[in-house]
């Protein structure tokens, strides 16, 4: 693990130099953390990679931000830092993850050469009764997010454990934050400024950022394509992380 202080605060990563290409950073997204990507990094068929834990999130220190604009801003700066210290260029976000590298393209003087929206969208609105569980529940919205068709299509108990697991350190607090800021997010009428080259990467399952959410992004901004992950759901980079690994790997070797 590595770290970088920035903003008074301590944000870890993961670095990988295995593989070739550029390299990417990972953005992982609401409750999750750096160890969710474990199969996009240390792999010689995969580009180099950093995998950053958000602030609040794995072993990096908390802010204290109210939901929203805010706490994507933080989020958008511990990724920006850990860009800069390992000079990576490229930027792959899950979900909030996707958010945060449109966000960084959007507001952001560092400029990505590369974008990868996995499972995400230009408008995360969450359901009200969803966010209520998390609060009042934390245990009870862990296991609907595990739910055949949720996170994954076809859940194992492998796959259960690894995303539980993030979910039960973020805790519910942060977790809460996370998805809150995912509602408050939207930025449709802003796609077209985004001239990046972009890839729209989803579960063919995914009921949380649907297909139709990545095809939107791919008409939408000027140098965006789409390309849909069968058998998978929201967590498509670990429920199939062959097909995903491809399809990045050929997006940046276009």
Known sequence: MATVTHDGRTTAYHRSTAGDGPTVCYVHGAGGS???????YD????PPAVAPDLSGHGDSDDVSTPPGRETLTAYADDVVAVCEATDTTVLCGN???????LW???EREFDPERIVLADSGAKLGVDPSFLDAVASDFEAAIESLHAPGTLFFEPTEGLIERSSAALRAAGSAVTHRDF???DAFDVRNRLGGIDTPALALCGEHDP?????FQEY???TMPECRFREIADAAHLSMLERPAAFN?????????
């Open 43 to 46: 792999r010689p068929e995969t």
């Open 95 to 101: 979900s909030m993850g996707g958010a945060i590298a």
């Open 34 to 40: 750096r160890r969710l990507w474990s199969e996009q």
């Open 104 to 106: 960084i393209a959007l």
């Open 180 to 182: 809150e800021t995912c």
């Open 208 to 212: 949380m950022t649907p297909p139709a």
């Open 246 to 254: 491809d399809a990045v790997g050929s997006f940046l070797d276009a």
């Open 217 to 219: 992004l791919a008409e």
